[in-house]
């Protein structure tokens, strides 16, 4: 079955660490997303890729940082200078960038920073 | 940031009853519309893209109204199953970082 996958599904961290969190997808799309959601906000874009060794920052990127070495693999890093990490953290595909067709979505990472 | 508004809710309907609610959009240049379905502490499903005609899957029906900014999501003949939060999604265009969320309506059908 093709789908986008996540790991781990949980997730804690003591303050100063790094975490990479993992996102994999067999759908064969170009574009990849990170969001994160906080209890009762919308989703906020972290990152985006179009294409293979190219993406972007999106409205929150400050504290994180991504690669795409890979068409199927964008993995988020969740730096020690990301002020506030506790989030649930969801990853995205889509079969382009222009953001015309739908998202599919993994089953997100909850990361606490204890 | 153009901004996408919807009621947070929660609405609360008797099972088998019609629910119908709304979410405004800022950018009159938006382009794409979509309603997702989101359970709790899971991720986000495509429910429908609303195209500017309207369009109906089932007992769900969305429109578009582009006069005065805002889509819509009907709801008929409500299951218990339905119990979610319905996030309003819109591009402006702008690619990815033209894609905006709203926050969500939550809806939960009581026996």
């Known amino acids: 079955d093709g789908g986008i996958t996540q790991s781990p599904k949980y997730l804690f961290r003591k303050e100063g660490q790094n975490v990479t969190l993992s996102c994999e997808q067999n759908?064969?799309?170009?574009?990849m997303y990170w969001y994160r959601q906080d209890p009762g906000q919308g989703l906020r874009l972290i990152y985006y890729s179009q294409i293979v060794n190219d993406f972007q920052k999106g409205d929150i990127a400050e504290g994180y940082s991504v690669s795409r070495e890979k068409k199927e693999s964008f993995p988020l890093t969740v730096t020690s200078a990301q002020k506030n990490p506790t989030a649930f953290y969801l990853c995205a595909s889509s079969i382009d960038q222009g953001g015309y067709n739908e998202q599919f979505f993994g089953p997100g990472t909850r990361l606490t920073v204890l | 940031r153009k901004e996408v508004e919807q009621d947070p809710g929660p609405f609360n309907v008797p099972e088998g009853a019609t629910v119908a609610f709304n979410c405004t959009y800022s950018?009159?240049?938006?382009?794409?519309f979509f309603w997702y379905r989101q359970d709790c502490r899971k991720e986000p499903k495509l429910l429908m893209s609303v195209y500017s005609s309207g369009n109906e899957d089932g007992r769900f029906t969305a429109q578009l109204n582009r006069a005065s900014q805002y889509i819509s999501l009907l709801i008929r003949d409500s299951k218990l199953s339905d119990s979610a939060t319905y996030l309003c999604?819109?591009?402006?265009?702008?690619?990815?970082?033209?894609?905006?969320f709203g926050k969500g309506t939550h809806l939960i059908i009581q026996p």
């Open positions: 999604v819109v591009n402006s265009g702008g690619g990815a970082d033209g894609l905006t």
């Open positions: 759908l064969n799309h170009d574009a």
């Open positions: 950018n009159s240049a938006s382009q794409s």
